[in-house]
């Protein structure tokens, strides 16, 4: 998949249900798999989110851990129409609507990164298209501002 958020990203497509191969909606940022653990269980995740979890590859995390924990936790918790994006990745245990290995990651000034709280972000798996509602301006403008997290 490519768009304004990714020049290349993975999402194993035969594992969306069809109602999930189009979705708009607010991100919900999270910059560890802690962090998003922690809203999923107190249930600040809404259906129609798309959860952001950035600075999960290769460079920042380091070394792109699997990304399966949050995947499934948010499937066990029931929600039904949230996906999930990341530069970290997945295996062939993911389901629902995940898109990861996210190019360039975050750590490398991918746009991934330039993502907030709040900001609409469209996927549509049927055309390969990954974007978020910003222009190309606002993305360099905040890109300038991104600096990674701390490691654990």
Do not use: W
Request: glycine share 12%.
């Amino acid at each position: 998949m490519k768009g304004n958020i990714a020049n290349s990203s993975v999402v194993k497509q035969t594992a969306v249900n069809e109602d999930m191969m189009f979705h708009s909606g607010p991100a919900r940022v999270f910059y560890t798999e802690d962090d998003l653990l922690d809203a999923i269980v107190k249930r600040k995740i809404k259906e129609g989110d798309v959860v952001v979890l950035p600075f999960q590859g290769p460079a920042g995390a380091p070394g792109m851990p699997e990304m399966l924990t949050p995947t499934d936790a948010i499937k066990g918790a029931g929600y039904k129409s949230v996906a999930l994006i990341t530069d970290g990745r997945f295996s062939g245990g993911t389901s629902g609507p995940c898109i990861g290995h996210i190019e360039p990651e975050a750590y490398n000034g991918g746009a991934i990164g330039a993502i907030r709280d709040g900001d609409i972000v469209e996927i549509d798996i049927h055309k390969r298209k990954i974007n978020v509602k910003l222009t190309q301006a606002e993305i360099i403008q905040r890109l300038k501002k991104v600096k990674a997290p701390k490691e654990n």
